[in-house]
């Protein structure tokens, strides 16, 4: 490939994967075509991109960015799944394929510059919660504290309510009411 081609390459893969922080390496090699069809089709409804990438020249538009860390998973025929909301999004999804299509080898993500090896690191990774998940998550802790001291202020003061029910209801129906002591 001349010099000129590959400098058009990494142009390209600077500008599309700019910022990304996350991503998946698959191989697709073998995999029938209606069902590389299918796959690529669901995950671009989920907003998800599937690249085949030159890895040396991913490689090295990686350099120096929090990609670099994938470069052991770029080897033979790669593609490049990314995109969504997170990529804990994109390997949940491509998790699920894998089950599907046994040809999808799911060789490694990386997360804000951390690896995840192998099949097992693309499953763990697919078990973390997503950005939102976990702001969810964080919110509930902050409020739970505030829940817990409502809770706690409204189950005496139903049961005094409820004193104080019963012993309307008493005089009401013309009982005497004893004085507690």
Not at 61 to 85: C, H, K, N, R
């Amino acid at each position: 490939m001349s010099k000129p081609v590959k400098e058009m390459i990494m142009s390209d893969y600077e500008k599309r994967f700019e910022g990304m922080e996350g991503a998946l390496v698959v191989d697709i090699r073998g995999i029938p075509a209606n069902d590389n069809n299918a796959l690529r089709n669901s995950l671009r409804e989920q907003d998800i991109q599937l690249t085949v990438v030159k890895n040396t020249l991913a490689r090295k538009v990686f350099e120096g960015t929090p990609m670099e860390a994938i470069g052991p998973a770029l080897q033979g025929p790669a593609a490049l799944a990314y995109g969504s909301e997170s990529v804990v999004n994109v390997a949940r999804a491509l998790v699920d394929w894998a089950k599907k299509i046994h040809d999808l080898e799911l060789r490694g993500a990386v997360l804000e510059g951390e690896f995840y090896a192998g099949e097992e690191g693309v499953k763990r990774l697919s078990e973390f919660p997503t950005r939102e998940e976990a702001q969810a998550k964080a919110v509930q802790v902050v409020l739970s504290p505030a829940q817990n001291v409502v809770g706690g202020a409204k189950g005496p003061g139903s049961k005094v309510l409820g004193v104080v029910k019963e012993i309307q209801e008493r005089l009401e129906r013309g009982e005497t009411v004893a004085k507690a002591g």
